[in-house]
């Protein structure tokens, strides 16, 4: 653009030695000179008046900077803008924070000062990253693959089971309205309207306070499609994520990697595995032991003896014993004397652990210690990380499909009986339908989530499509962190009549229903 | 696709005659031919045992139609499948109407079995149409433009001013959140916060019952815009219709013709004309007389007469005379007694009016007969067209910009004082800045409606941006009926503290707080 006329329009970053100004706007940082000329003086004291974060528009001409003036460090290092005219459109006051990267703010002045906290180059990448994702799924969605995308109604219903829903009083006494947890039976009755493939950016509403991953509100990529089988919603969505990724996050190969649930839970102790790096759970075939290799491979120095003494610490409540392996191959614990030589090389191979590793061991009914030495892996990569050992690169991206969820896990409160593992209308896998009355332990259902450096970002089934759910559909979400309504009811669901809640509903929020007044009021009239 | 295998999906629309049947899907009907031999005879019987609207799917090998059989009706009319095998998907028991077109159905019941309605060609158009155009404006404004999509929270603060709100009770006695009116507060704060061009397709709530323009939640385009003028503006929503304008609809042509406010209240007594006809409201400029000429054009014959009379009955209530023009130009009217020739002469220069026509007079303040006369026009044109007269043509659209509305208008119940036409931070137009403390009255400000056939299908501003409002922005909303909020508090907005709501404002909803009892009962088990 050298020589070019320009306007440029944005905020003052700083202002250098009653030279220079630096313009900021989300595109990035420019260098204004500021004129020195006796005429146009007015234009100069214009400019030193001015403060840090004011916006301003300046007309001037694009030139190259005078030769070793360059800034490689700037995207538009080699060129200046000579202003011939300034706007101020507005000044800017002392700010609670400067807007630089490196100078450090609390989360709570942050969240105070929103506004201002979104000028930051990290926030303006990530709002605008977002926005360019989500439009890109659109393409892929609606121009390349045919869906359609519905927007469902917010004021609904309430839903029975499931998460814990907002209610929104209407108009008439005693009725309320409740904000949908997911767009569920929206979507599934949209199959049986003949939209045969629905997507929407959905709204979900959840009330159950706050957490780093989960919101009141939050939006959901919300999927049905008719007449299509599990491996063909895989890689839909495989395809999704592929034309969807941001190019400067690197290239991500699909198909996706696939691994059942039950190899999930006996390597990795949970079923969304975090499969950027190893230390697998290992199980000795013969007993119920159980045990985690933490392979600290480094030299770990004078941080090693801290380093073991925090993950005692992890274990100290929970029945893990903590073996650290010498450099010579033997074991440093009270368990070394109490087994044979034979039983500690077996332990040594079953955990496949080398000189200077350390072994957690654990014993009992499977179900309960690979998810306990599943978190210790967590903690263990945790506990790594923050003394400098990486373990797990940020910067890659492990997509995993886990695949064959039991159909039915035993009740939390009644391990005795049996509960849908996900929602009650996920499809068996055929080949093992006729086991779901013999052994329904064994039948697998026709689930699946998709899950990203150990997080559940996706999840799905194949619907039961026989009566009494007259459709043949598949489900699939993509949040950041996913659950699923419990229950589905098929019947007049479209309509915005708000429901009859009871008092009893009202009682967390702690709200009554009052009934008008009115008719009592006319009664006083006549009286009078 | 003559001779290829084909698996097809769908609904049953009709049997015909134990040979065919008629598979519908969103994409249009075909034929399936059933097969008559022997040695198929079981799945010919499968066939016959089907019922219409029962989901099937069918493998089979397309064939041309012998010829003579051809159906140009139909858009697959000159081929047919011949099935090869056919599973059921789900058998279709007696519905409460049939998915056809001609059938009739009252709008109960339609919304009772919505997913039965939505089944229907009409519904599936509209709801495929809207996805269509909507990402087409997404690809303009994203893609084309470098706006930013960003999702507002809906749990937020109550709005003082402007409509309604629907209150959402938080779980923290005696705290409420707020379902926004429209994100007009966070859209701001945005522009605050250096995201210069922001779009949304976004969820807006107003607790003011449903009217068939007008739904408790409804979603509207939303726009703001930094650092551009009302020309700017103005042309980049032309050219969003016109880039996302469907093509079975006819060409649209950009830019849009404009008309001030004084125009449109002048020539159509309404700021949102009509302009798809003519019928326009002429004044008198020496008198208070207004007048609206119908012009009948065509010989109405026997429904003349009942035409005159229902016209009579609209003016009943109100001070407007009615006054046919015979074939031979005199006026069939009391008032022709009581005005000289040259009167009646000038009236009929005045109203445009030719034998045939039917003239509505009225006088009085011009800012009372006009809109008076404007409410007339459109009921002429709805009167004339339940005579089979076409008056507005339903397949042409007329898009307007209304602009130079006044900065101020009276207040509704107290005249003498003004108050801001839209919302308080309109900008003035410039030149009219120097008026604003003398002659607020003649000052008009950088407001400009989008009107189509007479519905306002979009609105916007630009904004103050000198303090106390530090941006400089623009706004733009397109939905199907608009309103602004009236009012703007720009400081903690971005937060989801949910706002303290006295009694008075629950009272619309017949619910009061209770506060916890937790105290009370721990009081009681002490004293026990």
Redesign the interface.
């Known amino acids: 653009h050298v020589d070019e006329e320009v306007t440029l ?1 944005g ?1 003052i970053q700083y202002l250098r030695q009653d030279l220079f100004v630096i313009l900021r ?2 595109s990035g940082l420019v260098q204004i000179l500021i004129p020195q000329d006796e005429s146009k003086s007015e234009l100069k004291n214009a400019f030193l008046g001015l403060t840090v974060e004011s ?1 301003i ?1 300046v007309k001037g001409r694009v030139r190259r900077r005078p030769e070793g003036q360059e800034n490689k460090k700037m995207s538009t290092g080699e060129i200046e803008v000579c202003a011939e005219s300034m706007e101020v ?2 000044t ?1 006051r002392k700010l609670p924070f400067e807007i630089k990267e490196f100078v450090k703010k609390s989360e709570a002045l942050r ?2 000062y ?6 930051s180059p990290r ?2 990448y990530n ?2 990253l ?3 994702m ?2 890109k799924m ?2 892929y969605l ?2 390349l693959h045919g ?5 469902t ?3 609904f219903k309430r839903t029975p089971g499931g998460a814990k829903e ?6 008439d ?2 009725k309320f ?1 409740s ?1 949908p947890q997911s767009p569920q039976q929206f979507k599934q ?2 199959m ?5 493939r629905y997507f929407q ?1 959905a ?1 979900c ?1 959840r ?1 159950e ?2 957490k780093p991953d989960r ?3 939050f ?1 959901q990529v919300d999927i049905e499609i ?2 299509v089988d599990q491996a063909g919603v895989m890689s839909l969505i495989e395809g999704l994520v592929h034309y969807s990724w941001p190019e400067d996050k690197g290239q991500i190969n699909v198909p996706f990697p696939s691994m059942t649930y039950e190899e999930a839970m006996r390597d990795y102790g949970v079923d969304k595995p975090d499969t950027r790096f190893g230390m697998k759970v290992t199980t000795d075939d013969c007993s119920r032991v159980c045990a985690l290799c933490c392979q600290w491979k480094l030299n770990m120095g004078r941080w090693r003896k801290w380093m073991i003494i925090a993950a005692f610490a992890l274990c100290v409540v929970q029945e893990v014993s903590v073996v650290p392996v010498r450099a010579d191959g033997s074991l440093k614990s009270p368990l070394s004397r109490l087994l044979s030589d034979t039983a500690k090389q077996q332990l040594l191979q079953m955990a496949q652990a080398n000189a200077g590793d350390l072994i957690f061991i654990t014993a009992g009914p499977r179900e309960n210690v690979r998810p306990l030495l599943g978190k210790l892996r967590l903690q263990c990569a945790e506990l790594l990380e923050s003394y400098g050992v990486p373990v797990r690169d940020p910067s890659v991206f492990h997509f995993l499909w886990v695949v064959d969820f039991p159909l039915f896990l035993p009740k939390e409160d009644n391990p005795e009986m049996l509960e849908a593992a996900h929602h009650p209308f996920t499809a068996p896998v055929p080949e093992d339908a006729h086991l779901l009355y013999t052994q329904p332990r064994k039948v697998r259902g026709q689930h699946y989530d998709l899950v990203l450096n150990g997080c559940e970002v996706g999840g799905g089934s194949i619907r039961i ?3 009494p759910c ?3 559909s598949v489900l699939l979400v993509i949040r950041d962190v996913i659950a699923f309504p419990k229950s589905f009811r098929g019947h ?5 009549a708000p429901d009859f809640v009871s008092e009893e509903d ?1 009682k ?9 007044s009115a008719d009592i009021e006319g009664q006083q009239d006549n009286s009078m």
Chains 1, 2 share one sequence.
């Open positions: 329009c905020w706007d989300f916006v528009m459109l507005n800017c969240m105070q929103r506004y201002l906290d979104l000028r926030m303006q709002l605008r977002r926005s360019q989500v439009m659109r393409e609606c121009n869906f359609v995308d519905v927007e109604p917010t004021l907002f209610v929104v009083p209407s108009g006494p005693g309205y904000l009755l949209l049986v309207a003949g939209i045969d950016l709204r509403y009330d306070g706050s919101q009141p509100e939006t008719s007449f499509h026989s009566p007259p459709f043949f007049d669901l479209m309509s915005h009202l967390p929020y702690h709200i009554s229903v009052v009934w008008p």
